[in-house]
């Protein structure tokens, strides 16, 4: 049994030697160590042993397991220690490069553009004035001189929840409870989210609008003319030019639809246009004595007037995007452009 340890010892010595990863090292233990190594099987025979040889035997067979132990143990450190060099050549940093900047992250591009109606009426003296999203019948219809049997209460146009309340359908409320609060003058503006039951190509169910309302006495449409046509340059250019349409709005009389010269092809024609040279951007007109009326304002004393456009809209005349719903996709590709 001596020279068979002694075997056992050159064996495995040998083998450590030849060993070229941590995997085949592993391996090579299981072989010596293992509960059917070759070593194990030696130390399970030393029982047949006589008692004579029985110290001698497992004196020399300890020696043998610590040194095989102990150059299993070194030849481990030194595989470990070769394989993190070779890890760090792999992973080397080249401190010489470029470095990478940062991805920053920016305002929404409906949000630049409420950002830039905000401050274009801001320097003519409106006021920004905010208001509830959920709103009673009251302020979202009544108050705004809007019947019980007009369109825009159905199911299909409007979010209604109970007790007579629902999800704003524009942000024209605010300027009820702004005439609830103060008397005039007034000039404000109502940034803000409303909600309808609406969904395709130019319309989503939450959408953001602009409303604006200026209450004084002896107020007129051609100042009202005014303050869009100054916006509107200012917001798409000095070459821009304006129209105003009759139109009906339940809440404004006389009342107008606001055309600019198309953004794409400056006036002159094309697809986006419908060749027509001409694109809707907002409503506008003088607010009905009806609406004074329901805020105990004297309708023989002040005047005024009201406007309201989608910002989903503006801002895809101004970023030139075909489709409203793109806006509310999270496609981080479109995003990043603006």
Same mark, same amino acid.
């Given at each position: 049994?001596?020279?068979?340890?002694?075997?056992?010892?050159?064996?495995?010595?040998?083998?450590?030697?030849?060993?070229?990863?941590?995997?085949?090292?592993?391996?090579?233990?299981?072989?010596?160590?293992?509960?059917?190594?070759?070593?194990?099987?030696?130390?399970?025979?030393?029982?047949?042993?006589?008692?004579?040889?029985?110290?001698?035997?497992?004196?020399?067979? $300890?020696?043998?397991?610590?040194?095989?132990?102990?150059?299993?143990?070194?030849?481990?450190?030194?595989?470990?220690?070769?394989?993190?060099?070779?890890q760090l050549m792999e992973?080397?940093?080249?401190?010489?490069?470029?470095?990478?900047?940062?991805?920053?992250?920016?305002?929404?591009?409906?949000?630049?553009? =409420?950002?830039?109606?905000?401050?274009?009426?801001?320097?003519?003296?409106?006021?920004?004035?905010?208001?509830?999203?959920?709103?009673?019948?009251?302020?979202n219809f009544d108050a =705004?001189? *809007?019947?019980?049997?007009?369109? #825009?209460?159905?199911?299909?146009?409007?979010?209604?929840? *109970?007790?007579?309340?629902? =999800?704003?359908?524009?942000?024209?409320?605010?300027?009820?409870?702004?005439?609830?609060?103060?008397?005039?003058?007034?000039?404000?503006?109502?940034?803000?989210?409303?909600?309808?039951?609406?969904?395709?190509?130019?319309? *989503?169910?939450?959408?953001?609008?602009?409303?604006?309302?200026?209450?004084?006495?002896?107020?007129?449409?051609?100042?009202?003319?005014?303050?869009?046509?100054?916006?509107?340059?200012?917001?798409?250019?000095?070459?821009?030019?304006?129209?105003?349409?009759?139109?009906?709005?339940?809440?404004?009389?006389?009342?107008?639809? #606001?055309?600019?010269?198309?953004?794409?092809?400056?006036?002159?024609?094309?697809?986006?246009?419908?060749?027509?040279?001409?694109?809707?951007?907002?409503?506008?007109?003088?607010?009905?004595?009806?609406?004074?009326?329901?805020?105990?304002?004297?309708?023989?004393?002040?005047?005024?007037?009201?406007?309201?456009?989608?910002?989903?809209?503006?801002? $895809?005349?101004?970023?030139?995007?075909?489709?409203?719903?793109?806006?509310?996709? $999270?496609?981080?590709?479109? =995003?990043?452009?603006?």
């Amino acid at each position: 049994m001596k020279e068979e340890l002694q075997a056992i010892q050159e064996e495995g010595l040998e083998a450590l030697r030849q060993v070229k990863d941590l995997k085949e090292l592993e391996s090579l233990r299981i072989d010596f160590f293992g509960r059917k190594g070759k070593l194990t099987d030696v130390m399970k025979g030393m029982g047949n042993l006589s008692q004579d040889q029985r110290p001698i035997i497992g004196k020399l067979a $300890n020696e043998i397991r610590t040194a095989l132990t102990d150059a299993f143990d070194s030849t481990k450190n030194a595989l470990e220690s070769k394989q993190q060099e070779q890890q760090l050549m792999e992973e080397a940093i080249d401190v010489t490069l470029p470095g990478r900047k940062p991805a920053y992250g920016k305002a929404h591009p409906v949000m630049q553009t =409420l950002d830039r109606i905000e401050d274009i009426f801001n320097q003519m003296g409106f006021q920004a004035v905010t208001g509830p999203e959920i709103e009673t019948e009251h302020y979202n219809f009544d108050a =705004l001189n *809007t019947p019980s049997d007009h369109p #825009a209460r159905d199911l299909h146009d409007t979010f209604y929840l *109970t007790d007579g309340h629902l =999800l704003r359908t524009h942000t024209s409320p605010v300027q009820i409870r702004a005439m609830e609060k103060q008397k005039p003058p007034i000039r404000i503006i109502v940034p803000g989210k409303a909600y309808r039951v609406d969904y395709d190509v130019s319309h *989503t169910p939450m959408f953001h609008q602009v409303e604006g309302l200026l209450v004084d006495r002896h107020v007129t449409f051609s100042e009202l003319k005014g303050v869009l046509v100054s916006f509107a340059k200012q917001m798409f250019g000095d070459q821009t030019k304006m129209r105003f349409r009759p139109h009906f709005f339940p809440f404004t009389e006389p009342s107008a639809e #606001a055309d600019i010269s198309c953004t794409v092809c400056q006036g002159k024609g094309c697809r986006s246009c419908g060749h027509t040279g001409w694109i809707e951007i907002l409503g506008a007109g003088v607010v009905d004595p009806e609406v004074f009326r329901a805020v105990n304002y004297d309708p023989e004393e002040v005047t005024g007037f009201a406007f309201g456009m989608g910002v989903e809209r503006i801002a $895809n005349l101004q970023f030139r995007i075909p489709d409203i719903r793109t806006f509310y996709e $999270n496609d981080l590709r479109f =995003l990043g452009q603006f």
